[in-house]
Antibody
Framework: QVQLVESGGGVVQPGTSLRVSCATS????????MHWVRQAPGKGLEWVAE????????TYAESVKGRFIVSRDNSKNTLDLEMNSLRPEDTALYYC???????????WGQGTLVTVSS | QTVLTQPPSVSGAPGQRVTIPCTGS?????????VHWYQHIPGAAPKLIIY???NRASGVPDRFSGSKSGASASLAISGLQAEDEAYYYC????????????FGGGTKLTVL
């Protein structure tokens, strides 16, 4: 079965960086686009970034563009999100998610919590 | 900024039918982009329940159905059960944003 397991969350100060990762199994990782979606405390879901199956194209939400970088290692079936210049408003549960097709998601991880606070 | 509008909450008694609307605009649902629905129980991973407007994901009971018309979509749940209590999110694509996926604000379904 498909499994997505995020790691790397924690408490960091504003302006610093953090990398979260996602280990995957149960599907052919290199065949699918992958996404990061976040949920701030008490808020709804917000799409953050997408990377296509071979890593050659990435897309970002305006709120993180220029600060976050999504990458993947198809040899290790892992997905990463490097987050720079973090702001308090980046505080959220970050979900790794598998693309079903070009426009939706079919599997999600349990999330890793990132807290940006001084 | 939420570009897909959902009511914050809906409720129904066990066995009843409820619908959750998702209202978009000409730049997203109204432009012909498909709508997908997710169920999220806090503390668990979100779960895809409806894809491409009306197709049930694997293992989802036929009590769940989706529809789309114009710039809006809706999720219907019939024969409500206690286990249906969750947050439900619609999702589509918006061509006016440099981003990609958009989600509704989410609707909390309470089973009375």
């Amino acid at each position: 079965q498909v499994q997505l397991v995020e790691s790397g969350g924690g408490v960091v100060q504003p302006g610093t960086s953090l990398r979260v990762s996602c280990a995957t199994s149960g599907f052919i990782f290199s065949h699918y686009a992958m996404h990061w979606v976040r949920q701030a405390p008490g808020k709804g879901l917000e799409w953050v970034a997408e990377i296509i199956y071979d890593g050659s194209e990435t897309t970002y939400a305006e709120s993180v563009k220029g600060r976050f970088i999504v990458s993947r290692d198809n040899s290790k079936n892992t997905l990463d999100l490097e987050m720079n210049s973090l702001r308090p408003e980046d505080t959220a549960l970050y979900y790794c998610a598998k693309g079903r097709d070009g426009f939706s998601i079919d599997y999600w991880g349990q999330g890793t919590l990132v807290t940006v606070s001084s | 900024q939420t570009v897909l509008t959902q009511p914050p909450s809906v409720s129904g008694a066990p066995g009843q039918r409820v619908t959750i609307p998702c209202t978009g605009s000409r730049s997203n649902i109204g432009a012909g982009y498909d709508v997908h629905w997710y169920q999220h129980i806090p503390g668990a991973a979100p779960k895809l329940i409806i894809y491409i407007n009306k197709n049930r994901a694997s293992g989802v009971p036929d009590r769940f159905s989706g529809s789309k018309s114009g710039a809006s979509a809706s999720l219907a749940i019939s024969g409500l059960q206690a286990e249906d209590e969750a947050y439900y999110y619609c999702q589509s694509f918006d061509r006016s944003l440099s981003g990609f996926m958009i989600f509704g604000g989410g609707t909390k379904l309470t089973v009375l």
